[in-house]
């Protein structure tokens, strides 16, 4: 079986151990999307799923702080939290869990733990990154060349993260890449959420996309 190249980080199946999954069940509301994938002018209440890969090869520690909050194998985690910040051609962020404004979240080592490496690059689209709380965490600025990111220092982070929307090299070396989007269909959700954000990062309709359901999947 051949290797498999995460962003210039590689996974060989054979020697790392196997790859683990999760998934997010979402309800929101927001601009209903056609079969060619363009938004139209017509809002209404949706639902959808995310499946994730993670890259346990990688990252084990944020991967398995990830995997425990979906489950809420701990008594805590991602259900019922939402998307509380989301910037079109930018990113989606959530994992606040404990405050719903990015201020909160707690992971399961503890209320925040380090950066564990910066090996994955934010190099495309659809990749799941941790997301730094505290109170210089405000929208950041969107010009790669101002250095925009969401750190208030390397030891902040605890359940909160983002997934991209668009490359955003200029977070690497700044947030860990621990996993992905892993299929179209997840990345249709991923758009359709996209578009109930704002340049402030604000939510723009009445329902906040909210994470109904999430867990871990066996593949």
Known sequence: MSSVDFNSVTYDPKKDPPQKYAYFDLTWEGPVFDAAGKKTDQVKSQSGRINFELFNSVTPKCTENFRALCTGERGFGYKGSTFHRVIPQFMLQGGDFTRGNGTGGRSIYGDKFPDENFKAKHSEPGLLSMANAGANTSVPRLNPLEGASFTNGSSSNGSQFFITTVV?????????????????????????????GSSTGKVTFRQSPTIVDCGQLDA
């Open 168 to 196: 955003t090299t200029w977070l690497d070396g700044k947030h860990v890449v621990f996993g992905k989007v892993r299929d179209q269909e997840s990345m249709q959700v991923v758009r359709a959420i996209e578009a109930t």
